[in-house]
Structure formats: structure tokens, C-alpha cells
């Protein structure tokens, strides 16, 4: 693959933002490319404080709203689909392009596909013992709001337990995909987030949701930094597609238009509570 640059944007967790504001900032990336006005990005951040995240049409009704609050975590929605996150302790990256860019070009499995590529590399380079694993459609009747238990195509696991969580859009502007590599912590404290009917479907939860995924520390046995894991995300990405970063920061214009979308959209229910 040519020879392609691309910017690259670092927020590490000494300067981690609200979810509210973290999305705005992946969407107003891609609007400023959908107009020219911008390089394809691939941004790597951190959230503060937790945030839980819904999936676009994921009803709001999922939220356990005095639970999170009591907690002091946040609640956001993104554009993306897919089904909640409990952002906290991880790794989030966000690619941004136009839809004719190599890396991105084609139909969403494709695509997914090919980035999963760059995911494998990176968590592999950290030493884990990853697989890609072509997901099959989740069948269960019962609604599920936990997105690492649910299978999703090209998943990267590990031992069979989902590692990286993944979602993308495709809108006219072009391509945005983000996903999350959980690196430390308890994975069950989503539960803590959602509603159940009953504290033992809560509990049986949390136990299910050990058995099928997992985080970076507890497949090493030691604490991977967010600096460190950001640094093979970089290699892997230059690596797996021929890319060449020029590390950068959010233009006054993005700046500007994501502090409209923050609150025009991503802090205002209307957004946030609209299924």
C-alpha cells in the first residue's frame, strides 16, 4: 500500500476528557474531512471521568441512572452502533477518513476487516496471544446491553474472550470507526451501570460477562500503560497500511465545532435519550 499520511492526535490520560466532549471531537474530525479541511486521523484517548456509552438506537432505558450517578460516572450516546461501554482503564482509538481512502474504502465489513488487521498487530506486539475470530450474529432472544458480550465479525479475542470492542458509520462525509481496548480494572462494573430485573440477573451478568471477555492485564498477569499501548497501535497502523503520521492537535475550527456538538447534541437529552 502507498505510502498515505495521515495526523495523528494523542489526548493520554493526564489530559483525558468527558465522553461528551470525546465524541463531539470524533465527529467534528469528521465533518472537517468530509469538507477537505482535514487529514484522514486516527486520535487515541482516554475518558475522565468513566463514562458509559450507548449505541445509537441502544434504548436509554438500559441506564441504571441513579446507580451511575451515585457513581459519578457520565452517560453518553454515540453515532456509532453497536451496544454499551463502560469507558474507564482503556485504550480508545477513533479512525476517521474519507470513504475513498485505501485503508477505508468498501463496504463495513470490509473495512472492519481490514482495521482489524492494524488491532490484531498492536495487541499482539504487546504480547498477547490475540486471534481474529469471524463473529457469528448474536441469536439469544434475550436483549443483552453489554457490547463485549456480544459477538461481533473480526473480533479480536483472546482465548476466545472478546479483547477490543469496535463500532463504525459510514455517512456521507466519510468513514468513523472507534473501539476500546480495556487495559486494567474490573470489566463487571458495567453491570453496575444498566438495568436488571432483579440483583441475581445483575450478579449472573457479571459472571457471564467474565467467561467472554477480558482485559489486557488479566491476559498478562501485569499492568500495560496507556502510553506504551498507544505506541503499538502507532507502529501497527504505520506498519499494517504504509501509513506516515504527522502528530498533531484539533484545529481552532474542529475546537469550535465540538464544543457545539457538546452542546447542541452530545450533553443535551434530546441526544442522549431520544430512544
Same mark, same amino acid.
Request: include cysteine; charged fraction near 25%.
Given at each position: 500500500?502507498?505510502?498515505?499520511?495521515?495526523?495523528?492526535?494523542?489526548?493520554?490520560?493526564?489530559?483525558?476528557?468527558?465522553?461528551?466532549?470525546?465524541?463531539?471531537?470524533?465527529?467534528?474530525?469528521?465533518?472537517?474531512?468530509?469538507?477537505?479541511?482535514?487529514?484522514?486521523?486516527?486520535?487515541?484517548?482516554?475518558?475522565?471521568?468513566?463514562?458509559?456509552?450507548?449505541?445509537?438506537?441502544?434504548?436509554?432505558?438500559?441506564?441504571?441512572?441513579?446507580?451511575?450517578?451515585?457513581?459519578?460516572?457520565?452517560?453518553?450516546?454515540?453515532?456509532?452502533?453497536?451496544?454499551?461501554?463502560?469507558?474507564?482503564?482503556?485504550?480508545?482509538?477513533?479512525?476517521?477518513?474519507?470513504?475513498?481512502?485505501?485503508?477505508?474504502?468498501?463496504?463495513?465489513?470490509?473495512?472492519?476487516?481490514?482495521?482489524?488487521?492494524?488491532?490484531?498487530?498492536?495487541?499482539?506486539?504487546?504480547?498477547?496471544?490475540?486471534?481474529?475470530?469471524?463473529?457469528?450474529?448474536?441469536?439469544?432472544?434475550?436483549?443483552?446491553?453489554?457490547?463485549?458480550?456480544?459477538?461481533?465479525?473480526?473480533?479480536?479475542?483472546?482465548?476466545?474472550?472478546? !479483547?477490543?470492542? @469496535?463500532?463504525?458509520? $459510514?455517512?456521507? *462525509?466519510? /468513514?468513523?470507526?472507534?473501539?476500546?481496548? #480495556?487495559?486494567?480494572? %474490573?470489566?463487571?462494573?458495567?453491570?453496575?451501570?444498566?438495568?436488571?430485573?432483579?440483583?441475581?440477573?445483575?450478579?449472573?451478568?457479571?459472571?457471564?460477562?467474565?467467561?467472554?471477555?477480558?482485559?489486557?492485564?488479566?491476559?498478562?498477569?501485569?499492568?500495560?500503560?496507556?502510553?506504551?499501548?498507544?505506541?503499538?497501535?502507532?507502529?501497527?497502523?504505520?506498519?499494517?497500511?504504509?501509513?506516515?503520521?504527522?502528530?498533531?492537535? !484539533?484545529?481552532? @475550527?474542529?475546537?469550535? $465545532?465540538?464544543? *457545539?456538538? /457538546?452542546?447542541?447534541?452530545?450533553?443535551? #437529552?434530546?441526544?442522549? %435519550?431520544?430512544?
Amino acid at each position: 500500500m502507498q505510502m498515505n499520511t495521515w495526523r495523528l492526535l494523542l489526548t493520554p490520560p493526564a489530559r483525558s476528557a468527558r465522553g461528551a466532549w470525546n465524541m463531539a471531537v470524533d465527529e467534528s474530525i469528521l465533518e472537517h474531512i468530509g469538507r477537505g479541511e482535514s487529514l484522514p486521523t486516527l486520535r487515541l484517548y482516554a475518558w475522565n471521568p468513566a463514562c458509559l456509552s450507548l449505541g445509537h438506537t441502544q434504548p436509554f432505558a438500559d441506564v441504571d441512572t441513579a446507580r451511575l450517578q451515585a457513581r459519578g460516572w457520565e452517560v453518553v450516546r454515540r453515532a456509532t452502533g453497536g451496544r454499551a461501554i463502560l469507558h474507564t482503564d482503556e485504550l480508545t482509538y477513533s479512525v476517521t477518513g474519507r470513504a475513498e481512502e485505501p485503508v477505508l474504502v468498501g463496504g463495513v465489513l470490509e473495512s472492519y476487516n481490514r482495521l482489524a488487521q492494524a488491532l490484531f498487530l498492536a495487541v499482539r506486539d504487546l504480547g498477547l496471544p490475540v486471534e481474529i475470530k469471524e463473529g457469528k450474529t448474536n441469536n439469544s432472544t434475550t436483549p443483552n446491553p453489554v457490547c463485549f458480550e456480544v459477538p461481533s465479525t473480526y473480533e479480536i479475542t483472546v482465548n476466545g474472550k472478546k !479483547l477490543i470492542g @469496535s463500532a463504525q458509520a $459510514r455517512k456521507k *462525509e466519510g /468513514v468513523l470507526q472507534h473501539g476500546s481496548l #480495556p487495559l486494567t480494572g %474490573e470489566l463487571t462494573r458495567i453491570c453496575q451501570a444498566l438495568v436488571f430485573q432483579s440483583e441475581s440477573a445483575r450478579e449472573e451478568a457479571s459472571n457471564r460477562l467474565l467467561t467472554k471477555a477480558t482485559t489486557v492485564e488479566s491476559v498478562l498477569g501485569r499492568v500495560i500503560s496507556w502510553e506504551t499501548a498507544a505506541q503499538t497501535f502507532i507502529h501497527a497502523f504505520e506498519t499494517q497500511f504504509g501509513l506516515c503520521f504527522e502528530k498533531g492537535e !484539533l484545529s481552532e @475550527s474542529e475546537s469550535r $465545532r465540538a464544543e *457545539e456538538l /457538546v452542546n447542541e447534541k452530545y450533553d443535551h #437529552p434530546s441526544w442522549t %435519550e431520544r430512544v
